[in-house]
């Protein structure tokens, strides 16, 4: 996750250099890393493979994928600001930019990304070349949130914490969509891959309940305080976003976790 900007070339709305990035990235981490790697090795990941990760923030997951590749494999973590992912002796961490610079074609077993494409005008296009990179016979992973924080309450010693959700969601979806991000997409992953001609393609979602300070309600911590000054742009009480801070911090507030689609197609092994 990187920097907002109108530059089309850069349109992510949150930046990885801001002190709240580790804190969300982390969260992201806690809610759906052990998801992801299951969805991986169902995908084929194993010794000696070649594989990429795009968008990779904290690199999590590109470091677990280079402890299943053993000394015979690589992995590549990409990111426009990959300054928060630790070093590993079969990782190589490049910085990138998915949409105007190139791919190796035909060089890679399994690549993996996690909430990128949704926020990319371009995301059509960067499965395309993403397709390009895999070899035959090889698998994209493509991960995306549908948040619907509106509902995600559960429990909660501040019943206004309920509209005030109500509220985020409709604020936080009109600065990420201005940015370009697609609140469908993660629904429209799957016919996306068919029409690009992926075979065994599969969605999967993976959803659980989330306390304050933990997965989801760590998240919305996260996200409300980075977005601030452009959520009150679009009409959201600054009030709300005091309350939000605290809220989602308190261990007595319950919160159903952002949901997570995952689609894996595999690119057929001739072509």
């Not at 996200?223 to 009030?239: C, F, H, K, N, Q």
Request: proline fraction near 6%.
């Amino acid at each position: 996750m990187t920097t907002a900007t109108q530059d089309p070339a850069s349109p992510y709305s949150f930046d990885n250099d801001v002190p709240t990035a580790g804190r969300m990235l982390g969260a992201l981490g806690e809610m759906f890393d052990e998801f992801t790697a299951r969805r991986l090795t169902a995908a084929g990941i194993k010794e000696g493979a070649r594989c990429l990760e795009v968008g990779a923030g904290a690199g999590t997951v590109a470091t677990w994928m280079a402890e299943q590749v053993g000394s015979t494999g690589e992995v590549i973590a990409t990111d426009l600001k990959p300054q928060h992912i630790s070093p590993h002796p079969r990782l190589t961490v490049l910085e990138h930019n998915v949409i105007t610079e190139p791919l190796p074609s035909g060089q890679f077993d399994i690549i993996h990304a996690r909430a990128v494409l949704q926020h990319l005008p371009q995301r059509h296009e960067v499965l395309a070349k993403l397709i390009a990179a895999l070899k035959p016979g090889g698998a994209v992973v493509i991960e995306e949130m549908e948040p619907r924080w509106g509902s995600s309450v559960l429990a909660t010693p501040d019943p206004r914490i309920y509209d005030i959700f109500v509220r985020y969601e409709a604020a936080i979806t009109k600065v990420l969509s201005g940015n370009g991000m697609d609140p469908t997409w993660a629904r429209g992953v799957h016919a996306a891959m068919r029409e690009q001609g992926l075979v065994d393609v599969d969605t999967e979602g993976w959803q659980r309940s989330w306390a304050g300070g933990t997965g989801s309600a760590l998240l919305a911590h996260s996200g409300s305080r980075e977005l601030r000054d452009r959520l009150i742009a679009v009409g959201m009480p600054a009030e709300d976003l005091d309350i939000m801070a605290t809220l989602t911090l308190d261990p007595r507030l319950v919160m159903r976790g952002v949901l997570l689609l995952s689609t894996t197609g595999r690119k057929p092994a001739t072509v």
